[in-house]
């Protein structure tokens, strides 16, 4: 769905209401960009990653009774192309993370614990 200028201030005009929730959205969108920018550009290959699911983890996720996000299976290839390296070093580093008791994966689902990823994060920071 696309809108022009026009269509917008029309809306805006209209309903208000709809106007700030849309600028709401744009906003947070812009954000999300700042931070992804950020952490593509100074964060190494594991950090990347890391941040990158528990992104995914917020926006896909389901949130289990033991504070765990429950997430669709994403393709090693997707990550890979997500924070631009190979499959190979995202299926290294998912096999670090398991190891490390930040998540757990298999062809189902992905289990993410974001607790033990931002603890990770905040250990590993550019």
Not at 10 to 33: C, E, S, T, W, Y
Not at 68 to 81: D, F, G
Not at 109 to 125: C, G, H, M, T
């Amino acid at each position: 769905m696309t809108w022009t200028a026009s269509e917008i201030e029309n809306i805006i005009l209209k309903r208000p209401r709809l106007g700030l929730a849309i600028l709401q959205m744009l906003v947070q969108r812009a954000m999300d960009f700042g931070q992804r920018i950020k952490t593509l550009s100074f964060g190494n290959m594991a950090y990347r990653l890391a941040w990158s699911l528990i992104r995914f983890s917020e926006r896909l996720g389901v949130l289990e009774d033991d504070g765990a996000v429950r997430m669709v299976p994403l393709t090693h290839q997707l990550l890979a192309e997500y924070v631009g390296t190979s499959r190979e070093i995202i299926s290294h580093y998912m096999r670090q993370f398991q190891g490390q008791g930040c998540l757990r994966y298999s062809r189902k689902d992905i289990v993410v614990y974001p607790d033990a990823f931002k603890e990770w994060l905040r250990q590993n920071s550019p």
